[in-house]
């Protein structure tokens, strides 16, 4: 089952599980027992039949589920069941151990087409996505967990912290003034550095906003009544002034019904004015999402 899915794509929802508050961990070097008597603590559970569709498979949509079929009669189960707890307690509920004992959830074990224990499951977006069965050394089961945890993003408990980026002076200058009610002087410190690095992101966005807020504050807010039905450049303005006041869904409305009566030069400006209002925003933004839905049927 080696490689059957891409964690990658789990890598967001691995760093969302690491920066929650972590649960009480569980002493390492206690022997696995029946179902409801394993360790306190959240990143290590005894799994049933009737608890395995929600204590592992949906559990493994929000973090990685490494799944133990073992049994008590097997002397490498026990050893396999005492390493991996000692590392789900090191990893803090970074990821969960789910333990289940092959003669009290025998249809778990058919689940998996197991033919002997102890196996080691691991699994991520509700499917399997490495698995290895045996006594394996300690240094090779551990090898195999960093291999999986590296994919996800998920931090080794002795790993080193990556340091904290150091701040862009130049940026920070740039803030001071924007803090500073100094939009001008902190456009152009933006614009300064964009000269000299035309892919730095944070600094685009931020020139982006600027030379936003410069033209909305531009204009009158009675712009909002005054604006007349066929004039582009007043709906554009009321559109702004809507912006500013933190209403997006109306403002992209306000262009959106000049896109939709205006043809030519005008149809192309109110559009473009748009995109750009777009780029102000998070993509997923749920009106941003659905003012490019309005946009493309004013389109077509």
Same mark, same amino acid.
């Given at each position: &089952?080696?490689g059957?899915?891409?964690?990658? +794509?789990? %890598?967001?929802?691995?760093?969302? *599980? @690491? ?7 569980p002493?390492p070097g206690?022997e696995?027992?029946a179902?409801?008597?394993?360790p306190e603590?959240?990143s290590?559970?005894? +799994? $049933? =039949?009737?608890?395995f569709?929600?204590?592992v498979?949906?559990?493994?949509? *929000?973090?990685?589920?490494i $799944?133990?079929?073992?049994?008590g009669w ?9 390493l991996?707890q000692?590392? !789900?307690?090191?990893a ?5 151990l789910?333990?289940?004992?092959v003669?009290?959830?025998? @249809?778990? !074990?058919?689940a998996? /087409?197991?033919?002997s224990?102890?196996i080691?499951i691991?699994?991520? /977006?509700? *499917?399997?996505?490495s ?10 089961? /551990?090898?195999?967990l960093d291999?999986?945890?590296?994919k &996800? ?7 080193e912290?990556?340091?904290?980026p150091?701040?862009d002076? @130049?940026?920070?200058?740039a ?7 100094d939009?001008?002087?902190?456009l152009? !410190?933006y ?11 944070e600094?685009?966005a ?6 936003? $807020?410069?033209?909305? %504050?531009?204009?009158d807010?009675?712009i909002?009544? $005054?604006? *007349?039905? /066929? #004039? ?9 002034v809507?912006?500013l006041?933190q ?5 992209? #409305?306000?262009?959106? #019904? ?8 005008? %149809?192309?400006r109110?559009?473009?004015?748009l995109l =750009?209002?777009?780029?102000l925003?998070d ?5 941003v999402?659905?003012? @490019?839905? %309005?946009l493309?049927?004013a389109?077509?």
């Amino acid at each position: &089952m080696s490689g059957a899915v891409d964690l990658s +794509v789990l %890598k967001e929802r691995a760093e969302a *599980q @690491r920066s929650r508050a972590a649960a009480p961990a569980p002493q390492p070097g206690v022997e696995p027992g029946a179902p409801g008597q394993a360790p306190e603590g959240a990143s290590i559970i005894d +799994v $049933t =039949e009737a608890t395995f569709e929600s204590d592992v498979v949906a559990r493994s949509d *929000q973090e990685l589920v490494i $799944t133990l079929l073992w049994a008590g009669w097997s002397e490498p189960s026990v050893q396999l069941a005492a390493l991996l707890q000692d590392l !789900a307690v090191r990893a803090a509920g970074a990821w969960t151990l789910a333990r289940v004992d092959v003669d009290v959830a025998p @249809r778990i !074990a058919q689940a998996f /087409g197991a033919q002997s224990v102890p196996i080691a499951i691991a699994l991520a /977006g509700g *499917q399997p996505v490495s698995a290895f069965d045996g006594r394996q050394p300690p240094e090779q089961v /551990g090898a195999w967990l960093d291999e999986i945890t590296s994919k &996800m993003g998920i931090a080794s408990p002795d790993a080193e912290p990556e340091p904290e980026p150091e701040d862009d002076p @130049r940026m920070v200058a740039a803030e001071e003034l924007l803090n500073a009610d100094d939009l001008e002087g902190a456009l152009t !410190a933006y614009q300064a550095i964009l000269a000299l690095e035309p892919d730095n992101v944070e600094a685009a966005a931020m020139a982006r906003n600027v030379e936003f $807020t410069i033209r909305a %504050k531009q204009h009158d807010p009675s712009i909002l009544e $005054t604006a *007349q039905p /066929g #004039d582009v450049d007043a709906q554009l303005a009321a559109a702004d002034v809507l912006l500013l006041g933190q209403r997006p869904e109306q403002a992209f #409305d306000r262009i959106i #019904d000049v896109v939709r009566v205006s043809d030519g030069d005008d %149809k192309a400006r109110a559009r473009t004015r748009l995109l =750009e209002l777009f780029e102000l925003f998070d993509p997923s933004e749920p009106f941003v999402v659905s003012a @490019r839905r %309005k946009l493309a049927a004013a389109l077509y």
